[in-house]
């Protein structure tokens, strides 16, 4: 991805890195639920003084960002480094949802959540207790359900509506700058971020364009890897997973809980997520593949057929309402959560390169996680630290040989 090309003389940035003299021009790259979280609190922090420019290569929320559940929970995360930022983050979404869903519906409730077991193919046994499920869950559940999340715990989003919403208030309140094409490079001269090199779509004739900018947030999702100044650093891959979204004919049947599902089929246990959303829908994820390589673009992500089809099945399996004939498939999707090596996001400034950031490897929670991220990172580009959150378990630092873990 890199590539030397001689540059146009740029205005040398004043940019300190600790605060003193925040980055005038900041360029976000990517614009999933991290890019857009980043864009959005470094306008709201950094005011008119400074400009923020979104770079996104498809559209806002193509990827995992809008195929996600957008299921967030307060403390799944206790006891794990992630503790802290999540719990901050479910804060953060409930004030924006005060702020914004009031406004423009992206879909923020608060959801009761249970634990349940599925076998394909049995039939609900006599005897077998009902009691604390939701009427539209008639599948032959095995085991008693748990309550594993209410609704001062547990709520959601539309994952895409979110993002897309987020990065409209950043445009229409704050003058964001959204550019639609792919980031080729980011120019370094003398240890220091100069500028993004862009490549636009055909319409706009092909050509690459020179972005100045003297902070860039690198928020690429699984596509992180695919820039040298990171890869050399650490490894970021993508999981691939499945999604449908089902239109059952009567959805006021649907009572707004999350489901987590282990589901029984042929001697194998499958672990699945069902949201219903206040959308209307119902949103069933799960068949993950380790290994499928993520391709150049999120348009070019296929689901695959036999993993779709076990979606479905199981859907029919949980509830009538959600068989084909009592609801409409309105999706069939696949997309690629973001990983690192050691399972924990980075979020942090690259080392030895004065003005480039990263935010990457959410794994399945980075709808959860997005916003206390981006407000940690726009503390850290504007501030020189993050109050927020403490970044240190998430610094790219620890991938460094003589800081402790690999
Ligand atoms: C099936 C599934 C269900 C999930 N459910 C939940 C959930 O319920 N709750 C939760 O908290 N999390 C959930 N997640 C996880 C969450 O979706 C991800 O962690 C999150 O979306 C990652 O966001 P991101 O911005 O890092 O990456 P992405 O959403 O992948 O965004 C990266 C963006 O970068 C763009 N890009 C790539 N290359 C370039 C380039 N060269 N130039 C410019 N732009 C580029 C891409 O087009 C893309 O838009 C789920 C994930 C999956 C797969």
Sequence with gaps: MEMA??????????????????????????????????????????????????????SVACAASGKAGGFLALDWCDGSPLSQLARTSFQLHRDLARELDGHINYGYRPVDTLSLSLQEQSKLKSGSSRVGLPPWVDGPF????????????????????????????????HGVQLVIGAVENVEIQDGQVLSVLV?????????????????VVLALGPWS????????????????????????????????????????????????????RPTGEVYICGMLEDDAPVPDGA?????KGESIEMLKRIGET???????????????????????????????QVPNVKGL????????????????TGAAVAELVLDGQSAIVDLKPFSPLRFLRGHGRP
């Design 142 to 173: 095995s085991g008693v359900p748990k309550t594993i999340g209410t609704t001062e715990t547990t709520a959601q989003v539309h994952p895409q509506l979110f993002t897309r919403t987020l990065l409209s208030k950043a445009v229409e309140d």
């Design 318 to 348: 949980v509830s009538s309402r959600l068989s084909v004939g009592s609801a409409t498939v309105e999706a069939e999707q696949a997309c690629f959560l973001p990983c690192t090596t050691d399972g924990q996001p980075v979020i942090g």
């Design 299 to 303: 348009e070019q992500v296929e689901p």
């Design 199 to 215: 490549k636009k779509g055909a319409a706009e004739g092909g050509s690459p364009t020179i972005i100045d900018a003297d902070a």
């Design 357 to 372: 950031y990263v935010a990457t490897g959410h794994s399945c929670w980075g709808i959860l996680n997005g916003p206390a």
């Design 225 to 276: 890897g695919k820039f040298g100044v990171l890869s050399s650093l650490f490894r970021v891959h993508g999981i691939k997973a499945h999604s449908i979204v089902l239109r059952p004919e009567k959805p006021e049947e649907i009572t707004p809980h999350a489901l987590s599902l282990s589901y029984t089929t042929n001697g194998k246990c499958l672990d699945l997520e069902v949201y219903p």
């Design 5 to 58: 090309r001689p540059l146009p003389a740029a205005t040398p940035s004043t940019f300190t890195g600790d605060g003193t003299r925040p980055p005038k021009k900041v360029v976000v790259c990517g614009g999933g639920v991290v890019g857009v979280c980043a864009a959005y609190f470094l306008a709201q922090k950094g005011g008119p003084t400074t400009s923020i420019t979104v770079i996104e290569k498809s």
